[in-house]
């Protein structure tokens, strides 16, 4: 399970990336925890719908 969490790490980063408005008017880029939180447990939860041993033998199309 961490194999396959720490490979979408950061395509799981891009996705929970947000723009944040600053004080002076400008934007920042930050990672929304929860939202970084919520995409890794709907990963996790998928993963038993993973075709892992065809992925692995490379017969996945």
Do not use: H, W
């Amino acid at each position: 399970m961490e194999k396959v969490v720490e490979c979408y790490k950061d395509e799981i980063d891009r996705l929970s990336t947000v723009a944040v408005r600053q004080p002076d008017g400008s934007t920042k880029q930050e990672i929304n925890e929860d939202m970084r939180q919520s995409i890794t447990k709907k990963l996790i939860e998928a993963l038993p719908q993973f075709p892992l041993e065809e992925m692995e033998k490379g017969n996945v199309r």
